[in-house]
């Protein structure tokens, strides 16, 4: 195979030190027709010198496609720590560099200047102490800055110009936050319940938390400290106080919900001992509490659960309560909000456990969910049900359901083939609804369902840890999945990756070649790590397993070889490569493929944005 990894002919070599010369605004320029041949050009671009996470660094996922790295720094560097931050959107790969809590190697051992880099490109910043905060802004096009400057207090940077912090902060190091555009930068200090917040285009005051934004950025809110209680500001203008909001229970802060058009948006308040939500500033019913407030896709329509002082749960839709029951799941709304489904029970909840001298009383047990309810209509009964989801299209509602035989997959109320395990979390659809796939095992035999007709899967291995999830390309008519030997039992207690692991991308039904490695779009070199995290890693978005072009007639994704890592295009290895692709490849919405790799060359090792031009139309 003439593009076997490791493999760089004079005319690549060639090409690389032409394309590292030029800039990335070169690839307008690039031809617009569809290369002829196997191997696409690459653009290539350096962006300055890398730091090497070391082998086994933790990972912390926002989303799958933000992630970041912190590490200590490669043997036989001064010792410090490297926070590093990627993130993948539409617009390109971004990635930033943090090198601090350093020590001078002699006495006495003083502290050395923190270094910033954002895309390779050393900021010249003269900080020297503690780094509250580092972000991209979620489209990619702006990051920020919070920490500690040489000269004490607090310092804010914003695209690389110093952002005025407002002078109420006092010793509390403060945290940052951006609007979705990157252009609205906010500031928190304190701890919760006594939280402060200020939003730099406003007056300073004191707030629940972080101003939020919609998805399009348009509509600002936050709650603001009154004499009743946390008042609502929407774009700057004044609404309702109330008593108590509601806040998400992992992160302090208002549990508010918008709408994906952006036009609506609610919360959830507190009066008393009474929960209640409001929707575009309509207060809803009153109930002991209230939560998972969902809109439709089109958001005309929404939906909660609610629950009753007698341990009676329900859901609201539109603000009309559905039936109650001993114990209903979350909403599930179909895009355009005419279907609801949830999962329910009407059997007892079990007898709370006794409770221990003086300990804290618990939340009470909740009955089991034993049926789906849609549009109003009780489905079949099972031992168990779970994870409810409709199709992006609305036409299909799918979820897993227990017997005594296994597990299956209920479609549009029919059950399908019985397995060994819940796969429930591995079915996909395609974007128009017209397709789906899930994968399922009866014993050793792990096979691929597609549209309700049974696929055998090559190469698999241990199949409680390969099994796939398929991706569909955006017209819905070709699909793609990772499958291949990867894992063994290391103990009855641990699995291991094999020494010599064979994976292999299967696209239309047609496996590819065999790789090493086939990282699905994350830089994790553990992969035990990413087995942690599988539903960051079995997505479908930006880092998928596989990237299709608009009309589905190209493919690309990334796999290594014999340590090296490079793309491989419509299933041929593209024979320019390097020592790890550190973010994407993602298609931007110009049509190019881009991505982020690091190589060491003439024993520097270097960031690169590479680009694939007109691999796919422009989004529309």
Wanted: net charge negative; glycine share 8%; with cysteine.
């Amino acid at each position: 195979m003439s593009g076997l990894p490791g493999f760089r002919s004079t005319t690549l070599l060639l090409a690389v030190i032409i394309f590292a010369s030029r800039a990335r605004a070169q690839d307008a320029a690039a031809p617009a027709t569809t290369p002829t041949g196997v191997q696409w050009p690459q653009y290539e671009t350096p962006l300055g010198s890398y730091t090497v996470p070391a082998k086994g660094a933790e990972v912390s996922y926002h989303s799958p496609t933000d992630r970041e790295i912190d590490s200590p720094l490669m043997p036989g560097s001064t010792s410090g720590l490297v926070h590093t931050l990627i993130t993948e959107t539409e617009n390109g790969c971004r990635i930033m560099e943090v090198i601090m809590g350093r020590l001078s190697p002699n006495p006495p051992y003083t502290s050395l200047p923190i270094q910033f880099f954002v895309d390779g490109v050393t900021l010249p910043l003269d900080w020297n102490g503690f780094i509250a905060n580092s972000l991209f802004s979620a489209d990619g096009r702006h990051y920020l800055l919070v920490g500690i400057p040489k000269n004490g207090g607090f310092a804010a940077v914003l695209d690389g110009t110093a952002v005025n912090l407002p002078p109420q902060i006092g010793s509390a190091a403060p945290a940052g936050s951006l609007s979705p555009e990157g252009q609205h930068p906010a500031f928190e200090w304190g701890r919760y319940p006594n939280l402060k917040s200020a939003v730099l285009e406003a007056p300073t005051e004191e707030l629940l938390d972080a101003p939020l934004y919609s998805p399009d950025g348009a509509t600002q809110l936050y709650f603001r400290k009154s004499a009743t209680g946390w008042q609502v500001v929407v774009n700057g203008k004044p609404g309702d106080a109330y008593e108590d909001i509601l806040i998400t229970p992992l992160k302090p802060g208002p549990q508010v919900t918008f709408s994906a058009d952006s036009k609506h948006f609610g919360f959830i308040a507190k009066t008393g001992n009474q929960s209640f939500a409001v929707i575009d500033a309509k207060v809803g019913p009153n109930f002991e509490n209230v939560g998972n407030l969902v809109f439709s896709a089109d958001g005309q329509h929404y939906a909660y659960l609610a629950s009753k002082a007698n341990d009676r749960y329900l859901i609201v839709v539109d603000g009309k309560e559905q039936k109650e029951y001993t114990n209903v799941s979350a909403p599930a709304l179909s895009p355009d909000g005419k279907h609801v489904a949830y999962l329910a029970s009407n059997t007892p909840p079990p007898a709370p456990p006794a409770a221990a001298s003086g300990a804290r009383p618990s939340t009470p047990p909740r009955a089991p969910l034993l049926f789906a309810v849609v549009d109003g209509a009780e489905e079949a009964k099972h031992r168990e049900v779970s994870n409810p989801q409709f199709s992006a299209n609305g036409a299909h509602f799918a979820y897993s359901a227990r017997d005594a035989a296994g597990y299956c997959i209920v479609m549009d109320g029919t059950p399908g083939p019985v397995c060994s395990a819940n796969l429930s979390n591995y079915l996909t659809f395609s974007a128009d609804g017209k397709h789906f796939a899930y994968p399922y095992w009866t014993g050793s035999d792990l096979f691929m369902m597609v549209d309700g007709t049974q696929m055998p899967l090559p190469a698999i291995g241990t199949p409680t840890l390969n099994a796939p999830r398929m991706v569909f390309s955006p017209d819905g008519e070709h699909r793609a999945y990772v499958s291949g030997d990867m894992f063994e039992q290391a103990s009855p207690m641990r699995t291991k990756v094999k020494s010599s692991p064979a994976l292999i991308v299967v696209i239309d039904g047609k496996p590819g070649p065999i790789f090493d490695t086939v990282p699905q779009g994350l830089f994790v070199k553990d992969v035990a790590k990413m087995l942690a995290k599988p539903e960051f890693f079995l997505t479908s978005g930006a880092n998928a397993p596989v990237l299709f072009s608009q009309d589905g007639k190209h493919s690309a994704y990334r796999a290594g070889k014999d340590g090296r890592e490079f793309l491989v295009i419509d299933q041929v290895s593209q024979s320019q490569t390097y020592d790890s692709i550190l973010a994407g490849p993602v298609r931007r919405k110009d049509g190019a493929l881009e991505y982020l790799a690091e190589d060491t060359r003439n024993g520097n090792t270097n960031l690169y944005r590479v680009v694939v031009p007109n691999f796919s139309a422009p989004a529309k």
